[in-house]
């Protein structure tokens, strides 16, 4: 009769050992699923803006570069607008308008009449 309580009570503690473990695995992934949606609240929220020599354009050689950088500006621009962060495509397009008034030679920032 004792070893017959003592198979059970094994069977009942590994069955509880087992529950235990699936508990603590929800948990860990509700805690990760709330972790990623505050760290991205806190990204969105803060950001360090590049930082640009002088007076925020940039020195090219050539205008062949300067074209270069605006078209892979134009691309990242496109695609950030297409994932749905605009922010960061009105930040690109305001970084596009400053180096086309920059190579017009207009004073950043332009002033709108």
């Not at 699936?22 to 990760?32: D, E, F, G």
């Not at 972790?35 to 050689?61: C, N």
């Not at 008034?101 to 009449?113: I, K, S, T, Y």
């Amino acid at each position: 009769m004792l070893s017959t309580i003592q198979t059970w009570l094994k069977g009942a503690v590994f069955e509880v050992q087992a529950y235990v473990l699936l508990v603590i695995s929800a948990l860990r992934s509700i805690v990760k699923q709330i972790d990623d949606v505050m760290s991205s609240v806190y990204e969105r929220d803060y950001m360090t803006p590049p930082v640009l020599p002088g007076d925020g354009t940039m020195i090219f050689a050539t205008q062949a570069d300067l074209d270069a950088h605006v078209r892979r500006l134009q691309e990242q621009m496109k695609a950030a607008a297409t994932n749905l962060d605009f922010e960061k495509a009105a930040t690109i397009r305001d970084d596009i308008k400053r180096l086309r008034d920059a190579d017009l030679g207009v004073p950043w920032p332009a002033r709108r009449a």
